[in-house]
């Protein structure tokens, strides 16, 4: 990748940089905002990671050998494209398993003891 001089764009450089405005705020605590930061990108990482992989492994398996420039202009035909959004979308729905439970568990907890004994009172 390259920069808009041409030049290879600098990652390093680019991660240093201060984002415009105010970071959002999810929780209480500023640390837990950039906990799931990091994690969500060491999990952006893994799936780009995975997807290279899935390259080499067709790669080897159509050719027996590969190169670097066979890895970089790979492009996936639409049912590998299919079987990586499959896998994509497993990979995600795993690791927000966690979050998603919390939500299910908020919809379906039990009312507050007060309000049955409210509701109860006025019977």
Known sequence: MSGSGGEPFDWVAASGRKARGRRPEY??????DRLYSTVFALAAEVSA?????????????EKGTLSRADIENYAPDRAAGEERGL???????????????EVEAMEASDPPIMDIVEKLSRE
């Open 27 to 32: 929780f209480d605590d500023p640390a837990l």
């Open 49 to 61: 990671l995975r997807e290279r992989q899935d390259t080499v492994e067709r790669l080897l398996d």
């Open 87 to 101: 896998a994509t979308r497993a990979y995600v729905a795993r690791i927000m398993r966690g979050f998603q439970q």
